[in-house]
């Protein structure tokens, strides 16, 4: 066994009767080494993130007791999932490479836009939209990438806004027989999903209960095949040197690595998520609005991400709940008919709090509780 | 033909020469001292060959090849591993974790689009790792985070990065700096026995003279940018000029 002791997932899956017979006499903490094995597995990140989703719509919008705590409905479950996307890739690059892009509003408006483009004038295939808008997205990245990445640190922060924002002055006027200018772009199609299943309609019995629409089906799928391909690549090599540039770029570079394509790697990688996260944007609200490549958009993905807690691979997307939850339920006056008005007070209130409170975000407060309840258990 | 040579190196910083015409030559297998006065150029000597520096004048020459225009790390890909004077570790990662780095690199190369594969495919990267912490002993503290190292340990991670980038050719800038007497020793023979056991060529800059004369086959003087005296131990020791530069003049 000594041999495998560095491939704790190959060991498990090998001889998983064989180490279940020999933990089964030391109870607690037994089953607790077990069940962290189990949960680095993909496979269980997978399946938990299906139940996720899958759960997620009724609990917001249906379920009873909880959706009248929250007053959620469908349609910002959908929006929730998309920006989520949007997060947990923005956070290959804050989180894991310790770069702070400020013009990820070009990457996700651009997949926007190429989406709304496209269903307007070329294909109304939602598959086909979405695949294509990631792919100008990819390429977006890369250009962007390479005329950013040339500085570091503040440097780079600054050269990604500026980048992001000639290319929102350009959407709104030069090219605005293309983008609809200061009106967005209208016009947008999206045909039903595989030439059959209308977006908008409910899906049939209990997946109708739990999931809702179609559209809310295709969004939740492109979020797990996200949350799958991100966690294979913290898993691969990349994960790896990543976290190595983040916490020492100069001995990165001194133990071999091409530190510049990494880092243009992260941004590209990160990028593709934002793409995809702005083609489902469109899909999902039949629209593109100009504001979409503005640098608050930008802004709004850094907010989640940190609220979320950078360097988890879900706390970006429960980031992005909070932050959603507030600007679409908080601002329509709940829990107070007062608040309304006040709901970026409360968003700034909240993100100070977990700021100051938990370095770590969300995500990190809900491994502390974990941490300590663990502990608790043991000691009994 | 020699591993590794400069030829007439010169570095200024703005009218000040910290090498000076520098012309030296590494010989497969050898372990040699670079030692000279504070300021001396030793570190700028250092800094020039990991490609860390453009010279302004000169060529270095490793395994026959000008690496004088490539960029750090294919330096490092050549087989020229440096271990810093201050521990330059990754202070977050777990012991492993910063060796595997290092094997990562050497194994794979400066970039792969090798991004969808998973890391525990990857047996020889962990071979790698493995071998190198057990070679600086601190495979039973693998799971540590570097960070909570006690500062002699971090040294030892700092020379296992280097020499899990598997390199032809190490260089060390001062690797018992500030460390016990203990621990001065224990790095003293962790060098022995990777040269021994990796039959490694090493280049140490280093000023503790007991070390420097217990551990080179040949020692290099560097004084005010020049290379002013090259030989063995024992000829080094003897030598007037070396003495009245270096030592100021006081007997050994």
Not at chain 1, 273 to 297: D, I, M, R
Not at chain 1, 335 to 350: A, E, N, Q, R
Not at chain 2, 105 to 133: I, P, Q, W
Request: charged letters at 20%; aromatic letters at 10%; one cysteine or more.
């Amino acid at each position: 066994m000594s041999d495998e002791s560095a491939n704790p997932t190959e060991t498990e899956t090998d001889g998983g009767e064989t180490v279940s017979g020999g933990t089964g006499t030391t109870s607690l903490s037994g089953i607790r080494t077990r069940w962290e094995r189990v949960r680095e597995r993909e496979s269980t990140v997978i399946v938990l993130t299906i139940v996720g989703v899958a759960l997620f719509p009724y609990l917001l919008a249906r379920a009873p007791v909880v959706s009248d705590l929250l007053q959620g409905y469908q349609e910002l479950a959908s929006l929730i999932l998309v920006w989520g996307i949007f997060a947990i890739g923005f956070d290959l690059l804050l989180g894991r490479t310790g770069l702070l892009s400020f013009g990820h509003a070009a990457i996700w408006g651009g997949g926007a836009y190429a989406a709304g483009w496209l269903s307007a004038n070329v294909v109304q295939s939602p598959l086909l939209i979405v695949g294509i808008a990631v792919l100008f997205a990819v390429v977006l990245s890369v250009v962007l990438g390479v005329l950013s990445l040339r500085r570091g640190g503040i440097y780079f922060a600054i050269l990604t806004l500026a980048f992001a924002q000639m290319i929102y002055y350009m959407a709104s006027a030069p090219l605005a027989f293309i983008t609809g200018g200061d009106n967005g772009l209208t016009g947008v199609e999206i045909g039903p999903l595989l030439g059959s299943f209308d977006l908008g309609s409910e899906l049939p019995s209990i997946a109708g209960t739990l999931l809702g629409t179609w559209r809310y089906a295709f969004i939740a799928a492109a979020l797990v095949v996200s949350v799958a391909v991100i966690h294979r690549i913290l898993n691969s090599p990349y994960g790896i040197v990543f976290r190595a540039i983040n916490e020492n770029e100069r001995r990165a570079e001194f133990v071999g690595f091409d530190v510049r394509r990494y880092k243009l790697a992260a941004f590209v990688l990160s990028g593709t998520f934002a793409g995809l996260g702005g083609a489902l944007f469109t899909v999902h609200g039949e629209y593109v609005p100009l504001s979409s490549l503005y640098w608050t958009t930008s802004g709004e993905v850094v907010i989640m991400t940190v609220l979320g807690g950078v360097g988890s691979l879900l706390g970006p997307l429960i980031g992005a709940g909070i932050y959603l939850w507030v600007e679409y339920i908080v601002s329509g006056g709940y829990p107070f008919d007062w608040i309304g008005p006040y709901w970026h007070l409360v968003l700034g209130l909240i993100f100070v709090t977990v700021v100051v409170l938990f370095p770590q975000g969300v995500w990190g407060l809900v491994e502390d509780g974990r941490a300590w309840i663990t502990t608790r258990l043991e000691d009994r | 033909m020699a591993l590794l040579e400069t030829r007439g190196l010169v570095k200024r910083f703005n009218g000040l020469t910290a090498t000076d015409d520098v012309d030296i030559a590494i010989e497969e297998g050898e372990r040699v001292s670079v030692i000279g006065p504070n300021g001396a150029g030793k570190t700028t000597l250092i800094n020039l060959i990991t490609r860390m520096l453009d010279p302004t004048e000169g060529d270095i020459v490793f395994q026959g090849e000008s690496i004088t225009n490539d960029a750090p790390y294919e330096v490092v890909q050549q087989g020229i591993s440096k271990s810093f004077q201050t521990a330059s570790i990754f202070p977050e990662l777990t012991v492993e974790e910063n060796a595997e780095i290092a094997a990562l690199g050497a194994e794979h190369g400066s970039f792969r689009l090798n991004f969808l594969c998973h890391r525990n495919r990857y047996s020889a990267v962990d071979d790698g790792t493995k071998r190198t912490l057990e070679a600086v002993d601190l495979w039973g503290q693998r799971e540590v985070p570097a960070a909570d190292l006690p500062y002699g340990d971090k040294r030892r991670l700092e020379i296992g990065i280097a020499l899990a980038s598997e390199p032809d050719l190490l260089l060390m800038d001062e690797p018992t700096a500030g460390m016990s007497p203990e621990e001065t020793n224990a790095t003293v023979s962790l060098i022995e026995d990777v040269k021994e056991e990796l039959g490694l060529t090493l280049v140490l800059v280093e000023h503790d003279m007991e070390i420097v004369f217990e551990v080179s086959d040949r020692i290099i003087v560097l004084n005010r940018g020049r290379v002013i005296a090259e030989g063995t131990p024992e000829e080094i020791q003897g030598d007037p000029d070396v003495q009245e530069a270096y030592l100021g003049g006081v007997e050994l």
